[in-house]
């Protein structure tokens, strides 16, 4: 499977890497964090309208300017993040993505009502402290000299190992899980974006590099190998979208957000790891220290998943009206492990946006 590797020499690569990283992490944290709160209102506007949701199959969402905008915008997020990927491993960038949650957090604060509270603050904090620490152990990029290089190492036995696995589970969610539990389950909807997730970073990252070498004058253009990396990022990109599209639209975005995140990026870096052998010339100090931030980045997010829009949650449960009326507090939502585990939606879908939303369908549909 392996073929022969040019002999070529890219002296001045390693000097643009850090300009050129900074400049993808920092430009894609602010627009991917804002697509997923203007997606989300462009999504609910087209339910309006339309009668029918993203979440149960339906596509009037294409015909609404906002989800357009918010597509736009996640579109330009990611054009940051193709930059990045091509300069930067994918161990660095990736978990830097949580700094798009904090984002997407204070926006669905003050545009979606979905309350942000002191330690979900803390959280943001913490995720903030663990991409620092991060971004301090984080490997140097190897230096990649043409694409065929890239396919010999997609095609070692483990990496296809990797990818079959990450197959065989799409099927098995998309075929057996999403119909059933789906709109009831989070992880159903969010696991198939971030197993797609995976591999689009990897062919991602390959067709970055293969771009950056062409620009440089080391035409990659002429390998089947770059037109295959190609195929397969269309293909995961449109799987990911249409699915994150159904989850957004059927859980709090104060769910999906985090949970996205957690996935995504834990499987990106272990795709990444197999296929480029990052942490292979790093001591045991910085991997373990890299590890330690991406706890901590997690830990952030799960905090600001479980803190964040409590009092919503409680009062689609009938507690939050009856504590009001008795002069007490509203409960506290239930614990992370249980919303995403019980197997009822009525944790996890939209409460009371929902109803309203319903409502407005009901009064359409008897108009």
Not at 176 to 192: C, E, K, M, R
Not at 296 to 315: A, C, N, P, Q
Request: aromatic fraction near 10%; hydrophobic fraction near 45%; glycine fraction near 8%.
């Amino acid at each position: 499977m392996s073929r022969p590797i040019p002999n070529t020499n890219d002296s001045h690569s390693v000097q643009v890497i850090l300009p050129q990283k900074q400049l993808g992490c920092k430009s894609n944290i602010g627009f991917i964090g804002a697509s997923f709160i203007i997606k989300k209102k462009g999504l609910k506007k087209a339910a309006a309208t339309s009668g029918v949701r993203a979440g149960v199959g339906g596509y009037s969402y294409l015909s609404e300017p906002l989800w357009w905008f918010g597509m736009i915008t996640m579109i330009v997020g990611e054009v940051a993040n193709f930059v990045a990927y091509a300069f930067a491993p994918a161990v660095l960038v990736t978990p830097l993505g949580a700094l798009s949650i904090i984002v997407s957090a204070i926006l669905a604060h003050f545009l979606l009502n979905e309350k942000l509270h002191a330690q979900g603050v803390v959280g943001c904090v913490m995720c903030i402290a663990g991409s620092v620490v991060v971004v301090i152990h984080a490997p140097e990029e190897h230096p990649i000299n043409s694409v065929l290089q890239l396919w010999n190492m997609a095609t070692q036995p483990g990496f296809l190992f990797y990818v079959a696995s990450v197959i065989v589970l799409v099927f098995i969610l998309v075929f057996l899980y999403a119909p059933q539990y789906g709109n009831s389950n989070v992880l159903v909807f969010t696991g198939i974006c971030s197993l797609m997730g995976s591999l689009s970073v990897m062919s991602v990252k390959a067709l970055g590099t293969a771009l950056k070498l062409t620009f440089e004058g080391k035409n990659q253009l002429l390998y089947s190998e770059t037109w295959f990396f190609t195929f397969v990022v269309a293909i995961c990109v449109i799987t990911q979208m249409n699915y994150l599209n159904k989850a957004l639209d059927t859980f709090n975005t104060a769910i999906v957000s985090p949970i996205y995140y957690v996935m995504f990026t834990s499987l990106t870096i272990l795709a990444s790891v197999i296929m480029f052998k990052d942490w292979a010339d790093q001591n045991a100090g910085n991997v373990i220290s890299e590890i330690c931030g991406f706890i901590v980045v997690l830990s952030g997010t799960i905090l600001l998943h479980t803190t964040k829009d409590f009092e919503r949650s409680s009062s689609f449960k009938g507690g939050y009206a009856s504590s009001i009326n008795s002069g007490g507090y509203a409960p506290l939502s239930p614990t992370l492990a249980t919303r995403l585990y019980n197997g009822s939606s009525e944790f996890t879908t939209h409460d009371e946006e929902d109803a309203m939303l319903a409502d407005q369908i009901s009064l359409q549909r008897q108009g």
